[in-house]
């Protein structure tokens, strides 16, 4: 088998919370390590870097994807929206402000993949109920255990939804 497509590099272009991006990666380079290390977004965090924590989460062509179990060159072409694309203008997101007010983060750890499970949650269904937000929010693991008052801030903006708390990657 040859093994070469495996080690080299390949530049990859897509849309990164509406700015495009262009990077020669290994072509073996997480998605996460590629955001953190390549765009210096270090928000997106890792955990437990096989797909059971859900810290690095975030959303890829309208789907939340875990980032450490994907590579950098799967997301070419791709618009990918991280944490650091939810805040505009120096106004939080709707969903950034409800976890504030319902201090719905404890070390704060796990908030970033929270925040972009649920706004994918809320682009699909813009009003879930509580058992739905707790489905939605299932495959993130919060270590300090606060999950009520995520749920609770999940809930604030899903019984006030808008418009405004669509954040396409590309506006
Ligand atoms: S770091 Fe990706 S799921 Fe835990
Ligand atoms: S707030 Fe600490 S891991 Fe969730």
Not at 24 to 34: C, Q
Not at 63 to 89: H, I, P, T
Request: with cysteine; proline share 2%; net charge negative.
């Amino acid at each position: 088998m040859d093994h070469s497509q495996f080690i080299g590099r390949q530049t990859i272009r897509l849309r990164v919370n509406g700015q495009e991006v262009e990077r020669e990666v290994e072509v073996r380079k997480l998605l996460a390590d590629f955001l953190r290390e390549d765009l210096g977004l270090t928000a997106t965090h890792l955990g437990c870097e096989h797909g059971v924590c859900g810290a690095c989460t975030v959303v890829l062509n309208g789907d939340s994807v875990r980032s450490c179990l994907l590579f950098a060159v799967q997301a070419d072409g791709g618009d990918l929206l991280s944490v650091e694309g939810l805040a505009r203008d120096g106004q939080m997101h709707p969903l950034q402000q409800a976890f504030w007010d319902h201090h719905a983060l404890q070390c704060g750890f796990c908030t970033s993949g929270f925040l972009m499970s649920a706004y994918d949650l809320l682009q699909k269904n813009p009003h879930p109920s509580e058992e739905e937000i707790r489905h939605g929010l299932s495959g993130n693991l919060c270590r300090c255990t606060g999950y009520a008052n995520i749920v609770k801030a999940v809930m604030a903006v899903a019984g006030k939804n808008t418009e405004e708390t669509k954040r396409e990657s590309k506006t």
